[in-house]
């Protein structure tokens, strides 16, 4: 084998997480009334538009997921060797971004490096050109400008074909159907499926249809710029640097696409850590009472007396004095940056799970007292069977909304700590690391502000689309709203 | 009334006893003061003895909870959780790693904490309430639709954006104002003006959004049906009806906030540069004082006890019907 897979834990329960996801649509589909608000949130344009983005900002963070070592060159007698580097499938695909480092700054799609410097054959300084940005434009600079125009017109046309491909495969393989109507609404209709008369099927389903039609047609209005943008990128990243090139003159959007799986990881894991706890202890402390929901509310508020920042700098700043002091503990330094993001995010889910746990004892609390628990009370079905089949049930929708609401604000938080100085391991790329080096140069003049926007708008991206889609999934599974 | 404040704070000893030994365990049980040392004077090549004095330094030297070789109560109180951890209650917090005494440095502090807090506090829930009853009046109507998506959108960008951008915009490009720094009197205006401003903004997403979701649903309720139909104008029926009954949720979320406006905002007065709490707070983190992080661990906690029990004093102000007993 050329490469050696490798697994680390954060890979591993992101695999997990997502087995769990999986299973849970699987269950789901089966249960009327989970179906029936999926079914809400599929209707829904905004919604779906922001599950696209979201959907493509996961596969991003997924090829990032599956790290390896590559084997080196076999030397005679001896077994194969791996490099110590270890790689993700999205390092090799974008190793053209990833290998093409320039020696410091240069701004986006510039020929020539940020600072002066005193060349070898000249007696001034000047801007020595940069080693791989426009270099395939030789000494003749004048067609520079023209170059890119060339390349984003070429990009912008490769998006819009393979976007036509797409919409032309999902329109044969799906059953959807283009009305020929700006902006493209796509009704679900049996077309394919031997139905003779859409119309009847149109009628039955009332305004449903349409919605659904509305809806479809978000997802392929939204890939539009999504694919004109990666088309452009490609493009554009073949010659240039999109978004210019950090201070050791790695190339920033090859940074910014690295982030996102650190961004995903904490978005989620965190949640996932805590959610056990928090289900757990919520539904014991409401159904059980007594010293048990006591102690248990004594642990929760106590917790939440202290405030999350402060908490999670303690702990993190211990985690520190840990892992320093146990350097046997790491093979690789990637091993020692992946045990830092897990270990951070157990001290964020274990300071945020307090919330959780107070609304599902508050809403244990309210179904304790309808009937039909009472009833199964009343058969003589245990307590572990009750907050097992009639409880726990029940409350699946605070902790979905939970789960999507707590999303953004957790990436959002990754940046704030990072900056403190308690976030992601100093070598793990991630948004707060992006903005916390860049922060130093604004001071600079030209400023050097390429990395903090390039950071700031993928985190814009990502945030925006979760919090979105976290509404509409709130505003489905929410029985206060109607 | 009297007698319920005294039980609530009666209540809030167990609580801080369990912020202590949690912070306890954290600091000293979790990793010895040994691997402290070892992390702070560079963990190769560290001789026993260096560990030793600095341990001594900071009186980490004694046992953690029972000290056998002590006689009588020093056998409890000459150890690290007594003389750390207890002493605390009586705002004993020792000294930082610089030598100084914390709780001096705290009180020197606080000024220049609230002088940001409390203007960006005060402007934000007016600003807040203002845009949300706004957007309210013009309920279901594209305006309304605009202002939610603005809120959103505003809710999604990184606190980091508004300081980093405000900065560079006001103070850099238009050369308004310092970019950062501290003054005191009058002359504290000018350095105050910007980290307001962008506190302000940075929060108004998340809260106009949040206050106009307990506008609407308190608009749907009969009592306004009521007064609609005696004929009062929207306006009156909005501040004089609405508002008011809202503000149990209102209080809910704001008032717990108050206390813990001492603490300072970590981001704001580290960018601005401005000497509070938020920024000894940081500092500390970089510097790996357990020293003061544990003290601001402790006063954090004592604040957010005294908000809730001020959230709750406050609800019976604004409303008659609670009664506290």
Redesign the interface.
């Known amino acids: 084998m050329s490469f050696q897979p490798v697994v680390l834990w954060s890979d591993a329960l992101l695999f997990v997480l997502i087995a769990v996801i999986v299973a849970l649509t699987l269950w789901a589909r089966r249960q009327e009334a989970l179906r029936a608000a999926w079914a809400r949130v599929l209707k829904d344009g905004v919604a779906m538009a922001a599950a696209t983005v979201l959907a493509v900002f996961v596969l991003i963070g997924l090829l990032d997921s599956l790290h390896y070592r590559a084997r080196l060159p076999d030397q005679p007698g001896t077994t194969a060797r791996y490099a110590v580097e270890v790689n993700s499938a999205l390092d090799a695909l974008l190793s053209d971004l990833r290998l093409r480092a320039e020696k410091t700054y240069s701004a986006p799609l510039a020929t020539h490096l940020y600072s002066k410097e005193a060349l070898a054959d000249s007696t001034q300084r000047e801007f020595p050109r940069l080693k791989f940005g426009g270099a395939h434009l030789g000494q003749d600079l004048s067609n520079h400008e023209f170059d890119i125009a060339i390349r984003v017109s070429r990009g912008c046309a490769g998006g819009l074909v393979i976007w036509l491909l797409l919409v032309w495969i999902l329109v044969r393989t799906l059953g959807l159907e283009l009305r020929g109507r700006f902006p493209f609404v796509v009704s679900l209709s049996n077309h394919g499926r031997g139905s003779k008369r859409p119309f009847d099927k149109l009628r039955a389903n009332g305004g449903s249809d349409t919605a659904q039609g509305a809806a479809s047609g978000a997802i392929f209005i939204t890939l539009l710029p999504i694919l004109l943008l990666f088309g452009i990128a490609i493009s554009l990243g073949g010659g240039y640097h999109v978004f210019g090139t950090d201070k050791v003159g790695q190339d920033v959007l090859y940074l910014s696409l690295k982030s996102i799986r650190t961004g995903l990881l904490i978005g989620t894991l965190t949640t996932l850590v805590m959610l056990p706890v928090a289900v757990l202890l919520g539904i014991l402390a409401g159904y059980v009472g007594g010293w048990v929901d006591d102690v248990i509310q ?1 642990l929760y ?7 999350g ?3 999670i ?3 993190v ?2 985690m ?3 892992i ?2 146990h ?1 046997q503990w790491f093979a690789t330094s990637a091993e020692r940056a992946d045990a830092r993001l897990l270990a951070l995010c157990l001290i964020l889910g274990m300071t945020s799970w307090t919330g959780v746990a107070r609304l599902l004892r508050g809403e244990t609390l309210k179904l304790r007292e309808l009937e039909f628990v009472q009833a199964a009370q009343a058969f003589g079905v245990g307590r572990l069977a009750i907050m097992r089949r009639h409880i726990l049930p029940n409350l699946m929708h605070i902790v979905l909304i939970a789960l999507v609401m707590d999303f ?1 604000g957790l990436v ?1 938080a990754e ?2 700590l990072s ?4 976030g992601v391991d100093p070598t793990t790329i991630s ?1 707060g690391t992006m ?1 916390n080096t860049a ?1 130093m140069e ?1 001071a600079r003049e030209p ?1 050097v502000w390429w990395s ?1 926007l390039a950071a ?1 708008s993928f ?2 991206a990502l ?2 689309a979760a ?2 889609f976290a ?1 509409a999934v709130r505003d489905a599974f929410d029985p206060r709203s109607s | 009334m009297l007698a319920y404040i005294i039980r609530r704070l009666l209540y809030a000893i167990p609580i801080l006893i369990g912020v202590n030994l949690l912070t306890f365990a954290l600091f000293f049980v979790v990793n010895t003061p040994d691997d402290m040392a070892r992390m702070q004077l560079g963990v190769k090549r560290v001789t026993p003895e260096a560990i030793q004095k600095w341990k001594a330094e900071r009186g980490y030297d004694k046992p953690l909870l029972w000290n056998a070789a002590a006689a009588g109560t020093a056998t409890v109180t000459d150890t690290i959780f007594f003389s750390k951890s207890v002493r605390m209650f009586a705002a004993d917090f020792g000294r930082a790693d610089d030598g100084r005494d914390i709780a001096r440095e705290i009180t020197t502090r606080m000024g220049p904490s609230l002088a940001i807090a409390v203007p960006t506090f005060v402007l934000g829930l007016f600003v807040a309430i203002s845009f949300a009853l706004l957007l309210v009046f013009f309920r279901a109507t594209t305006l309304d639709f605009s202002g939610v998506v603005l809120c959103v959108a505003m809710m999604s960008i990184s606190g980091l954006f508004y300081i980093i951008g405000g900065q560079w915009l006001v103070s850099k490009v238009w050369h308004l104002v310092p970019i950062s720094g501290y003054g005191g009197g009058l002359d504290a205006a000018k350095f105050l003006i910007l980290p307001v401003i962008i506190g302000v903004i940075g929060g108004i997403g998340s809260s106009t959004r949040w206050y106009r979701t307990i506008f609407l649903e308190e608009i749907g309720k009969d009592y306004v049906r009521t007064a609609r139909a005696k004929g009062l104008p929207e306006r009156v029926v909005l501040f004089r009806h609405v508002l008011r009954n809202a503000m149990i949720p209102i209080l809910t979320g704001v008032v717990v906030v108050i206390p813990t406006l001492f603490m300072g905002s970590l981001l704001t007065e580290s960018f601005f540069g401005v000497p509070g709490l938020g920024s000894y707070t940081i500092d500390a983190i970089n510097a790996q004082d357990f020293a003061v992080v544990r003290s601001m661990v402790f006063i954090g906690s004592v604040l957010y006890i005294v908000g809730l029990l001020l959230t709750d004093i406050s609800y019976t102000l604004a409303d008659p019907r609670v009664r506290l007993q």
């Open positions: 004594y508020t106590t917790l939440s007396s202290i405030p920042v402060l908490l700098a303690a702990a700043l211990m520190q004095v840990i320093d002091t350097p953004s959002l940046a704030v900056y403190v100085g308690v948004f903005i922060r604004l400023m903090l700031f985190m814009f945030v925006l919090n979105l509404d």
